[in-house]
């Protein structure tokens, strides 16, 4: 995952090269006139005569230039620093042993007979070693702070849920009785041991009785009336635990941002301001043209590295030093003032004393071996004590209920074993039946309705000769009726049908009040039976025509009544399938609901930091007076002595390669110039706490954590990445670093407030 780091490398191989006036390659390409075909040669401890095959007439000088060359192009090619990540501190000391190596075995004058070759070479090699050791640095800094992320992200949810605080208190509960049964035991056994040495002393007293005496009151004092509120006492673990990571991470913050500030700078737009010539290099400085540039390159970077190799044994001595501070509560609160004092302090560089060659493999190889080491063990000490507790610890309930709940599980599943075959086949037929009659034959019945091929699923419930058949005789039996009793002629029958067509058989209707007026006759020998019968008919017709614009009704709403019915069951299936695919995108990590909220805590984090270190607008006045506010600190003669005091201790190698004259000096600085000074100096400057940008660092590393679970559809992925490199860079100013902020919440969705 691409940092700030990986930019960082590829700024200083850019400025390597362009300080050389080479390309990428031309410091590992062999320009000796008897050394071809030998940049892949490996080095040789103790080159040997008579061990190696060598042209007789070849001059016993030139080899050894030859053999010197040939070693520090293989010592340069082992530190590559082209492809943008950094080589492992490991190789840079095998790179180092075998330049010391070198070193002795041809001495200064050997080095002095390869001319400006050799020079260039070894101050390319030690260039590139001081930048592997330094990235290295802020690698492992930068790193570490993640775990210890994690580590607070933890305590803070049991922090904020009750429950999660319970299911803690469950975790721990062994440990807790037997912490507390222990004490108890130990305490007894110190009380006892008193009691009987008090016994002793006094003559004839029975030591039974005394302790039968003095045993109760001891476990009333001591074990029951403590005033202890148990949920507080864990309220404040937590919150404890939480503070002292926070911390940690804070501190940690602190030396990854002056690092990242004031560590290793060979950007050649600094050459002519940042060039100081020391003896070192006073016989480059003699050359002209091109090799007076090459000595001017190698003056400055001398210069640069030497100032590195100052800031990275300040800042470890000063946190080896400093680690003791974070272990007693009390102690925490007036330290971490002075630690970020000390290491605000430790970020100029003035005046630092250049270190010749011999010098700086020693303090590199240092670095490596004991001083990074040593803070990384010491910086893992501090937060293991506060870390979450262990995996068994936490899994145990868990593992606990799993057992009995598989065991008795499996037991269960043994003995019904025909119950479950048979549950399973059911609900195997019963979703089988569900897709086949609710889903898939509603379906083509509504393709079927479209299509007008739906003779069978149609919703009419008679046809339309039943009807006619059924009007048909009525009118016949009507007709009948007025031939029979009226002797209508063929006019008067036409109009009768017409009528009848109509829904009119008032003919009928009267013939049946007539009869009603004698119902008994009528009945017998008269027409009613026949009127009742037709009026029957009239019903059934009436009904048929009824149900027939039913029928009309029924079939044009027929495909919203198909609808209707397969609705639900496809609305219960998507909502299956959705949950089912939700679900599949939160365990396959693609699913941004998480991400989005961690990113807006974490953006929200960054937004403040930079909003706290924001001192000052955007507009032409304000920048205009900062500007001179800072010409005037410049001058300050309080600034001044500052510099001097703390630059006036050259680095000296010793036989421990520490800087304690250092830490002494610093020790000794006016009481009027404290960090919150120098930070407001900073301020004004442009620039943030080194804190600010540490943890500024911080956050962005933890952001692009998340951005790595983005997907890179339409370059999602890389905008993210391409906003984040913009505030992370220090030399942008705070509120360009803000409005970065602010267009990240504007441009991207799922950083919304929404979401």
Same mark, same amino acid.
């Given at each position: 995952?691409?940092?700030?780091?990986?930019?960082?490398?590829?700024?200083?191989?850019?400025?390597?090269?362009?300080?050389?006036?080479?390309?990428?390659?031309?410091?590992?390409?062999?320009?000796?006139?008897?050394?071809?075909?030998?940049?892949?040669?490996?080095?040789?401890?103790?080159?040997?005569?008579?061990?190696?095959?060598?042209?007789?007439?070849?001059?016993?000088?030139?080899?050894?230039?030859?053999?010197?060359?040939?070693?520090?192009?293989?010592?340069?090619?082992?530190?590559?620093?082209?492809?943008?990540?950094?080589?492992?501190?490991?190789?840079?000391?095998?790179?180092?042993?075998?330049?010391?190596?070198?070193?002795?075995?041809?001495?200064?004058?050997?080095?002095?007979?390869?001319?400006?070759?050799?020079?260039?070479?070894?101050?390319?090699?030690?260039?590139?070693?001081?930048?592997?050791?330094?990235?290295?640095?802020?690698?492992?800094?930068?790193?570490?702070?993640?775990?210890?992320?994690?580590?607070?992200?933890?305590?803070?949810?049991?922090?904020?849920?009750?429950?999660?605080?319970?299911?803690?208190?469950?975790?721990?509960?062994?440990?807790?009785?037997?912490?507390?049964?222990?004490?108890?035991?130990?305490?007894?056994?110190?009380?006892?041991?008193?009691?009987?040495?008090?016994?002793?002393?006094?003559?004839?007293?029975?030591?039974?009785?005394?302790?039968?005496?003095?045993?109760?009151?001891?476990?009333?004092?001591?074990?029951?009336?403590?005033?202890?509120?148990?949920?507080?006492?864990?309220?404040?673990?937590?919150?404890?635990?939480?503070?002292?990571?926070?911390?940690?991470?804070?501190?940690?913050?602190?030396?990854?941002?002056?690092?990242?500030?004031?560590?290793?700078?060979?950007?050649?737009?600094?050459?002519?301001?940042?060039?100081?010539?020391?003896?070192?290099?006073?016989?480059?400085?003699?050359?002209?043209?091109?090799?007076?540039?090459?000595?001017?390159?190698?003056?400055?970077?001398?210069?640069?590295?030497?100032?590195?190799?100052?800031?990275?044994?300040?800042?470890?001595?000063?946190?080896?030093?400093?680690?003791?501070?974070?272990?007693?509560?009390?102690?925490?609160?007036?330290?971490?003032?002075?630690?970020? /004092?000390?290491?605000?302090?430790? %970020?100029? $560089? &003035?005046?630092?004393? @250049?270190?010749?060659?011999?010098?700086?493999? =020693?303090? *590199?190889?240092?670095?490596?071996?004991?001083?990074?080491?040593?803070?990384?063990?010491?910086?893992?000490?501090?937060?293991?004590?506060?870390?979450?507790?262990?995996?068994?610890?936490?899994?145990?309930?868990?593992?606990?209920?799993?057992?009995?709940?598989?065991?008795?599980?499996?037991?269960?599943?043994?003995?019904?074993?025909?119950?479950?075959?048979?549950?399973?086949?059911?609900?195997?037929?019963?979703?089988?039946?569900?897709?086949?009659?609710?889903?898939?034959?509603?379906?083509?019945?509504?393709?079927?309705?479209? /299509?007008?091929?739906?003779?069978? %699923?149609? $919703? &009419?419930?008679?046809? @339309?000769?039943?009807?006619?058949?059924?009007? =048909?005789? *009525?009118?016949?039996?009507?007709?009948?009726?007025?031939?029979?009793?009226?002797?209508?002629?063929?006019?008067?029958?036409?109009?009768?049908?017409?009528?009848?067509?109509?829904?009119?058989?008032?003919?009928?209707?009267?013939?049946?009040?007539?009869?009603?007026?004698?119902?008994?006759?009528?009945?017998?020998?008269?027409?009613?039976?026949?009127?009742?019968?037709?009026?029957?008919?009239?019903?059934?017709?009436?009904?048929?025509?009824?149900?027939?614009?039913?029928?009309?009704?029924?079939?044009?709403?027929?495909?919203?009544?198909?609808?209707?019915?397969? %609705?639900?069951?496809?609305?219960?299936?998507?909502?299956?399938?959705?949950?089912?695919?939700?679900?599949?995108?939160?365990?396959?990590?693609?699913?941004?609901?998480?991400?989005?909220?961690?990113?807006?805590?974490?953006?929200?984090?960054?937004?403040?930091?930079?909003?706290?270190?924001?001192?000052?607008?955007?507009?032409?006045?304000?920048?205009?007076?900062?500007?001179?506010?800072?010409?005037?600190?410049?001058?300050?003669?309080?600034?001044?002595?500052?510099?001097?005091?703390?630059?006036?201790?050259?680095?000296?190698?010793?036989?421990?390669?520490?800087?304690?004259?250092?830490?002494?000096?610093?020790?000794?600085?006016?009481?009027?110039?404290?960090?919150?000074?120098?930070?407001?100096?900073?301020?004004?400057?442009?620039?943030?706490?080194?804190?600010?940008?540490?943890?500024?660092?911080?956050?962005?590393?933890?952001?692009?954590?998340?951005?790595?679970?983005?997907?890179?559809?339409?370059?999602?992925?890389?905008?993210?990445?391409?906003?984040?490199?913009?505030?992370?860079?220090?030399?942008?100013?705070?509120?360009?670093?803000?409005?970065?902020?602010?267009?990240?919440?504007?441009?991207?969705?799922?950083?919304?407030?929404?979401?």
């Amino acid at each position: 995952m691409a940092t700030f780091i990986t930019d960082k490398v590829l700024h200083i191989n850019n400025d390597l090269v362009q300080l050389f006036h080479l390309d990428t390659q031309a410091l590992l390409e062999d320009q000796h006139p008897h050394a071809n075909n030998s940049t892949t040669s490996t080095l040789k401890t103790t080159p040997r005569p008579s061990s190696s095959k060598k042209d007789t007439s070849a001059n016993p000088a030139e080899q050894a230039d030859h053999a010197l060359l040939t070693g520090l192009r293989d010592a340069v090619g082992l530190l590559d620093l082209r492809s943008g990540a950094v080589p492992p501190m490991e190789r840079a000391l095998l790179a180092i042993q075998k330049v010391e190596v070198l070193a002795k075995s041809f001495g200064s004058g050997s080095k002095e007979g390869g001319g400006d070759e050799a020079a260039n070479l070894e101050h390319l090699f030690l260039a590139k070693a001081t930048a592997t050791v330094y990235l290295n640095l802020l690698d492992i800094i930068l790193n570490a702070t993640l775990p210890l992320a994690t580590e607070m992200e933890y305590w803070q949810s049991l922090q904020d849920s009750s429950s999660w605080r319970i299911l803690y208190i469950l975790q721990t509960s062994p440990y807790r009785l037997f912490s507390l049964t222990r004490s108890v035991a130990l305490t007894t056994k110190e009380h006892i041991d008193s009691l009987i040495a008090t016994s002793q002393e006094s003559e004839g007293a029975n030591h039974i009785l005394q302790l039968i005496k003095y045993f109760p009151t001891f476990l009333n004092n001591h074990l029951i009336s403590q005033p202890v509120s148990f949920p507080l006492a864990i309220h404040y673990e937590i919150s404890h635990h939480r503070k002292q990571l926070q911390r940690i991470r804070e501190y940690q913050a602190e030396c990854l941002g002056l690092l990242a500030e004031q560590g290793l700078n060979l950007d050649p737009e600094h050459l002519e301001d940042s060039i100081t010539p020391s003896e070192s290099s006073s016989s480059m400085v003699r050359a002209s043209g091109a090799s007076n540039d090459i000595a001017q390159a190698q003056a400055f970077v001398q210069e640069q590295i030497s100032k590195t190799v100052c800031l990275m044994e300040r800042v470890l001595d000063k946190a080896s030093k400093d680690t003791h501070h974070f272990t007693n509560h009390q102690q925490q609160k007036v330290s971490s003032k002075k630690v970020t /004092r000390s290491l605000t302090m430790l %970020g100029n $560089l &003035q005046g630092v004393s @250049n270190l010749n060659n011999d010098e700086m493999l =020693a303090h *590199l190889k240092n670095l490596i071996t004991v001083q990074i080491p040593r803070y990384v063990e010491e910086t893992e000490g501090q937060a293991r004590q506060f870390q979450r507790p262990s995996w068994l610890t936490r899994i145990w309930i868990s593992a606990l209920i799993g057992y009995f709940g598989l065991k008795y599980g499996i037991q269960y599943i043994s003995e019904h074993r025909a119950d479950l075959d048979e549950m399973l086949e059911e609900a195997w037929d019963t979703a089988k039946r569900f897709v086949t009659d609710w889903v898939w034959e509603p379906s083509v019945r509504i393709m079927n309705i479209i /299509r007008h091929s739906d003779d069978q %699923g149609s $919703l &009419q419930m008679l046809g @339309n000769e039943s009807l006619q058949s059924d009007i =048909a005789s *009525l009118e016949r039996m009507v007709l009948a009726f007025g031939r029979d009793n009226y002797n209508l002629g063929l006019d008067e029958l036409e109009a009768l049908s017409k009528a009848v067509h109509n829904g009119d058989i008032s003919v009928i209707m009267r013939a049946y009040e007539n009869e009603l007026k004698t119902p008994l006759k009528g009945a017998v020998a008269g027409h009613l039976v026949q009127t009742l019968l037709i009026q029957i008919q009239k019903t059934k017709v009436d009904v048929e025509v009824a149900m027939a614009a039913l029928d009309k009704l029924l079939k044009a709403n027929e495909l919203n009544f198909a609808f209707l019915a397969v %609705g639900p069951s496809l609305l219960l299936l998507w909502a299956v399938s959705a949950q089912a695919k939700s679900s599949w995108q939160r365990i396959a990590g693609k699913n941004l609901g998480i991400v989005s909220i961690q990113m807006r805590n974490s953006l929200r984090q960054v937004e403040r930091l930079l909003n706290l270190a924001s001192t000052d607008g955007d507009s032409h006045a304000k920048a205009t007076e900062r500007s001179k506010a800072v010409k005037k600190i410049s001058q300050d003669s309080e600034y001044d002595d500052l510099l001097s005091i703390t630059s006036s201790p050259a680095m000296t190698p010793s036989s421990d390669l520490t800087t304690e004259p250092l830490t002494n000096s610093l020790s000794a600085l006016p009481s009027t110039m404290t960090s919150e000074k120098l930070d407001r100096i900073r301020a004004k400057n442009g620039k943030v706490p080194y804190k600010t940008q540490g943890l500024i660092l911080c956050e962005v590393h933890l952001l692009r954590t998340f951005a790595a679970r983005l997907t890179r559809n339409e370059g999602l992925r890389d905008k993210v990445l391409e906003d984040l490199r913009e505030i992370e860079e220090s030399s942008l100013t705070v509120h360009q670093r803000l409005r970065t902020t602010k267009r990240m919440y504007r441009t991207y969705g799922f950083l919304g407030l929404n979401n």
